[in-house]
């Protein structure tokens, strides 16, 4: 009987180390889990930093990309307004050059027929000369009209002065290197200058 008692011992025992070896292996399961977790938990912190930083990048490009497009558009701005500022002053100098250029067309035609006024005189003095009678009257005349050319060829030099300090200031403003020279020396070098000028603009 004794035997038989210990058979029932060990029946009772089994199911026990069963349960103790389940428990183990779902302890041994839930650890594998946890350290599972674990890893995925540092994985994710760390895409999450990764992203983060990528964004904060992200944000840097364009603030630069922003401040870069606007430094661009008050450049472009300002160019533009230089540009026009220049066309302006362009016109601007067009127009005393156009009003220059008319004035000495009329100085130069006031010329002519002051030219041609003294032939006539002259022609007419050659066949008063032959009349003693209208010496004193053509005399007087020829007076006359002395005075008159030369008044008239005093204004015409004082109108060729003014003329001639125009074109010098349109050629200083087109070419600053006569700003340097003096009177003399413009006056001499302005037209060897208005080429270089021309070419260098």
């Known amino acids: 009987m004794p035997p038989k008692k210990e058979k029932k011992d060990e029946k009772k025992e089994e199911p026990e180390d069963k349960v103790q070896a389940e428990l183990a292996a ?3 399961a839930q650890q594998d889990l946890e350290l599972g977790h674990a890893i995925l938990v540092d994985k994710l912190r760390q895409c999450k930093a990764e992203n983060d930083r990528l964004l904060q990048e992200i944000d840097n490009y364009r603030a630069r990309i922003t401040n870069a497009t606007q430094d661009y558009v008050d450049i472009l701005q300002h160019r533009e307004e230089q540009i026009k500022a220049a066309e302006a002053r362009a016109g601007t100098m067009q127009q005393q050059l156009d009003k220059v250029q008319s004035e000495i067309l009329q100085r130069t035609d006031d010329l002519a027929k002051l030219k041609e006024a003294n032939a006539s005189q002259a022609e007419r003095l050659e066949d008063a000369a032959s009349m003693l009678s209208d010496k004193e009257r053509l005399e007087d005349t020829v007076k006359k009209q ?6 008239r060829g005093a204004e015409i030099k004082v109108s060729k002065a003014q003329i001639d300090f125009k074109d010098t200031a349109l050629e200083k403003a087109r070419c600053p290197a006569l700003a340097a020279q003096g009177p003399a020396e ?14 260098q603009g």
């Not at 002395?146 to 008044?151: G, S, V």
């Open 186 to 199: 413009t006056e001499q070098s302005t037209h060897n200058s208005a080429g270089r000028c021309a070419t």
């Open 146 to 151: 002395h005075d008159l050319i030369e008044q």
């Open 26 to 28: 779902l302890h041994g």
